[in-house]
Protein backbone atom coordinates (compact mmCIF):
# COMPACT_ATOMS: atom_id res chain seq x y z
CA UNK A 1 0.00 0.00 0.00
CA UNK A 2 1.60 3.66 -1.08
CA UNK A 3 1.04 5.85 1.11
CA UNK A 4 2.15 9.79 1.41
CA UNK A 5 1.97 10.83 4.66
CA UNK A 6 2.17 15.05 5.27
CA UNK A 7 3.11 17.12 8.19
CA UNK A 8 4.75 20.09 9.43
CA UNK A 9 2.01 22.86 8.61
CA UNK A 10 0.37 25.38 10.64
CA UNK A 11 -0.13 29.31 11.44
CA UNK A 12 2.80 30.85 11.07
CA UNK A 13 3.34 34.89 10.89
CA UNK A 14 4.68 36.68 7.77
CA UNK A 15 7.84 36.24 7.91
CA UNK A 16 7.88 33.16 9.75
CA UNK A 17 9.10 29.65 8.73
CA UNK A 18 7.73 26.30 8.76
CA UNK A 19 9.34 22.66 7.68
CA UNK A 20 6.90 20.71 5.82
CA UNK A 21 7.76 17.03 5.69
CA UNK A 22 6.17 13.96 3.61
CA UNK A 23 7.33 10.17 4.90
CA UNK A 24 6.53 7.92 1.86
CA UNK A 25 5.85 4.22 2.11
CA UNK A 26 5.02 1.20 -0.66
CA UNK A 27 7.48 2.48 -3.46
CA UNK A 28 11.14 2.59 -3.81
CA UNK A 29 11.53 6.28 -2.77
CA UNK A 30 14.81 6.68 -4.04
CA UNK A 31 13.82 6.67 -8.06
CA UNK A 32 11.11 8.67 -7.98
CA UNK A 33 11.64 12.31 -8.41
CA UNK A 34 9.47 14.14 -5.61
CA UNK A 35 7.23 17.10 -5.88
CA UNK A 36 5.57 19.58 -3.44
CA UNK A 37 2.33 20.91 -4.90
CA UNK A 38 0.09 23.68 -3.15
CA UNK A 39 -3.78 24.79 -4.28
CA UNK A 40 -5.12 27.92 -2.83
CA UNK A 41 -8.92 28.17 -2.70
CA UNK A 42 -10.77 29.50 -6.01
CA UNK A 43 -7.30 28.51 -7.51
CA UNK A 44 -5.59 25.85 -9.33
CA UNK A 45 -3.15 23.32 -8.00
CA UNK A 46 0.73 24.63 -8.73
CA UNK A 47 4.00 22.71 -8.36
CA UNK A 48 6.10 24.81 -5.94
CA UNK A 49 9.48 22.44 -6.04
CA UNK A 50 10.22 19.80 -7.78
CA UNK A 51 13.60 17.15 -6.21
CA UNK A 52 15.00 14.79 -8.91
CA UNK A 53 16.01 11.10 -7.98
CA UNK A 54 19.60 12.50 -8.14
CA UNK A 55 18.74 15.51 -6.33
CA UNK A 56 18.63 18.47 -8.72
CA UNK A 57 16.14 20.86 -7.57
CA UNK A 58 13.34 23.48 -9.33
CA UNK A 59 11.47 25.94 -7.98
CA UNK A 60 8.20 27.94 -8.78
CA UNK A 61 9.51 31.66 -9.66
CA UNK A 62 7.12 32.85 -6.79
CA UNK A 63 8.92 30.70 -4.29
CA UNK A 64 13.07 30.79 -5.44
CA UNK A 65 15.23 31.92 -2.96
CA UNK A 66 12.20 31.04 0.34
CA UNK A 67 12.04 27.30 -0.31
CA UNK A 68 13.84 24.54 -0.21
CA UNK A 69 13.30 20.99 -0.90
CA UNK A 70 15.49 18.02 0.11
CA UNK A 71 14.95 14.83 0.62
CA UNK A 72 16.58 11.82 2.68
CA UNK A 73 16.75 8.62 1.07
CA UNK A 74 17.71 6.27 3.76
CA UNK A 75 14.01 7.86 5.74
CA UNK A 76 12.08 8.10 2.56
CA UNK A 77 11.16 11.40 3.17
CA UNK A 78 11.13 14.94 1.49
CA UNK A 79 10.90 17.77 3.11
CA UNK A 80 10.07 21.40 2.41
CA UNK A 81 12.17 24.70 3.94
CA UNK A 82 9.79 27.55 3.54
CA UNK A 83 11.52 30.61 5.14
CA UNK A 84 9.92 34.21 4.58
CA UNK A 85 6.51 33.39 4.19
CA UNK A 86 4.32 35.46 2.70
CA UNK A 87 0.93 35.22 3.13
CA UNK A 88 0.31 34.28 -0.23
CA UNK A 89 1.40 31.43 0.64
CA UNK A 90 -1.26 30.50 2.31
CA UNK A 91 -2.26 26.95 0.82
CA UNK A 92 -3.03 23.21 1.61
CA UNK A 93 0.79 21.84 0.50
CA UNK A 94 1.16 18.32 -0.73
CA UNK A 95 3.55 15.92 -1.78
CA UNK A 96 3.45 14.08 -5.27
CA UNK A 97 5.22 11.74 -6.93
CA UNK A 98 3.73 10.15 -10.10
CA UNK A 99 0.12 9.46 -9.90
CA UNK A 100 0.47 9.15 -5.91
CA UNK A 101 -0.56 12.39 -3.61
CA UNK A 102 -0.63 12.98 -0.17
CA UNK A 103 -3.51 13.75 1.79
CA UNK A 104 -2.10 17.95 2.05
CA UNK A 105 -1.15 19.85 4.93
CA UNK A 106 -2.81 23.19 5.44
CA UNK A 107 -0.04 25.94 5.28
CA UNK A 108 -1.84 29.75 6.79
CA UNK A 109 0.35 32.76 6.84
CA UNK A 110 -1.12 35.61 8.72
CA UNK A 111 -1.06 38.23 11.29
Known amino acids: QVQFVESGGGLVQPGGSLRLSCAVSGIIFSVYHMNWYRQSPGKQRELVAR???????NYADSVKGRFTISRDNAKNTVYLQMNSLKPEDTAVYYC?????WGQGTQVTVSS
Open 51 to 57: ITSGGNT
Open 96 to 100: NAVQF
